[in-house]
């Protein structure tokens, strides 16, 4: 459930109606609704309420500082992939015992400031990463928490690009490793090995994929018990998918995936990290454009709009689909004409849907892309020096420009040309 919704014939952020987003910022423009932010949120406490845990909200699917603050200020703890996130965490005020550092290529000048700012846990990828970040580690006089990420090779039955958890995946260390490699890391020093990791893909519309993985998790933390090592925690990572069709089956609840989490891992009594991102912020935002042109084709009519691939990459990327909604309520009964949904970048790739139904509609007129509050702002470029998207967020019946749109000065300002030239 999300808060966009139709009131008085007109699409509204809560409160707020979108076209007066549009009118005072100008589009396209993402708009986020902290309601459906903090009932997200809520929701995977709520699922896993029956343990110790802390929801780590995955920095990457959205890094606005506001929304950030919002997270940290609920209590969730941060997910994140490189130092530029760890920075964005820790401006958002969220503490560094509730920062867990992922991904595959950490550099020394990153594990650096994470140990130096404060660190919940490094999840470690691979076996060079972890004996450099012992030496780090050491070197500063330091003890570091970590995890092992391990790799479960479970097909997480998501698109290629996202999935994570199969073997030929750059992800983690084969978990038929993981005894040797824990052996080896509870010998390194400035290590102090506290759990297991495990993320195998992203927007999964299936549960059995995690417990395939979360079970395997269970038998290798009984395993490394009998080893001797102390596993107090286990994350298992983010990944669960969304409904970006109105008309499809929904994928699971939270509660239903805590179900899962329990069921697999309940009774080892460990702390559960989750790092949800998706799955809190996708139907939180929306990508609200405006039509520039309405161009008839010989066989189809092309809506052009003020939004390109560069603002929300995922359909080119992925071709992934945003339900396209337009702002002025349709009347009861009126008829839906397919138009493709186009924006104006040079490439035949920025097509955000074919035959997408809507009213007609003209120039002028206001659509938004539904289930784009995760991975849509972050994924934002400039190319063809289009000014980087602006960022709005909504509460009840105010809003604020939390990223405003740069100016063509500040966009050119930020280049320089030699003085040789
Ligand atoms: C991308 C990612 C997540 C978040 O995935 P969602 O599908 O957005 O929930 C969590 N953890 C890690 C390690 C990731 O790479």
């Known amino acids: 459930m999300d808060h966009f919704l139709y009131k008085d014939g007109h699409l509204h952020a809560e409160d707020v109606p979108l076209s007066r987003i549009a009118a005072e910022v100008g589009t396209p423009v993402y708009v986020y609704s902290a309601a459906t932010l903090k009932r997200h949120f809520g929701l995977f406490r709520q699922a896993l309420d029956w343990t110790d845990h802390l929801v780590c909200f995955a920095v990457k699917s959205n890094s606005n ?29 969220v503490p560094g015992e509730r920062i867990v550092f992922s991904g ?56 290629e690009k996202i999935a994570t958890g199969k073997s030929e995946n750059k992800f983690g260390i084969p978990i038929s490793r993981a005894i040797e490699v824990y052996a080896e890391a509870a010998s390194l020093p400035g290590l102090q090995v506290v759990g297991i990791d495990v993320h195998i893909g992203s927007q999964l519309t299936d549960l059995k994929p995690f417990r395939a ?6 038998d290798l933390t009984r395993a490394l018990r009998a080893e001797g090592h102390q596993i107090t925690r286990l994350d298992l990572g983010g990944g669960l998918g969304i409904p970006y069709r109105r008309d499809n089956n929904s994928p699971p609840l939270p509660i239903e995936y805590g179900e899962v989490i ?23 935002g929306v990508l609200l454009s405006q039509v520039i042109y309405v161009k008839k084709g010989e066989d189809r009519d092309f809506l052009i709009v003020d939004a390109a691939m560069n603002d929300l990459l995922r359909p080119a990327m992925y071709g992934a689909h945003h339900d396209i909604v337009p702002v002025v309520e349709p009347d ?10 186009v924006g104006p970048i040079c490439e035949s790739g920025d097509t955000f849907q074919k035959a ?24 934002a470029s400039e190319y063809n020096s ?9 509460q009840g019946d105010h809003f604020a420009v939390i990223r405003p749109r740069p100016t063509y000065e500040e966009m050119l300002g ?3 040309i030699p003085e040789w030239l």
């Open 65 to 93: 500082l506001a929304v950030l603050k919002l997270m940290g200020d609920l209590g969730a703890g941060m997910d994140v992939v490189s130092g530029g996130e760890y920075a964005r965490a820790k401006a958002a005020g």
């Open 332 to 341: 009861l009964g009126a008829g839906v004409h397919p138009y493709d949904v």
């Open 262 to 284: 329990r069921e697999a891992v309940g009774d080892l009594g460990c702390e559960i990290e989750i790092e949800p991102g998706r799955n809190i912020v996708g139907n939180a």
């Open 386 to 394: 289009r000014p980087l998207v602006p960022e709005v967020l909504v």
């Open 213 to 218: 993985a979360y079970v395997k998790v269970a």
């Open 356 to 379: 997408a139904e809507l009213p007609e509609i003209a120039a002028g007129g206001l659509i938004a892309f539904r289930s784009a509050g995760a991975y849509g702002a972050v994924m």
């Open 104 to 159: 595959v290529g950490k550099t020394a000048p990153e594990m650096r400031m994470a140990i130096e700012g404060g660190i919940r846990q490094f999840n470690i990828e691979s076996e060079p990463e972890m004996r450099a970040l012992s030496a780090l580690a050491a070197g500063m006089g330091a003890s570091v928490p970590v995890a092992i990420r391990v790799n479960p090779d479970v097909d997480a039955k998501t698109h």
């Open 414 to 416: 930020r280049d320089s």
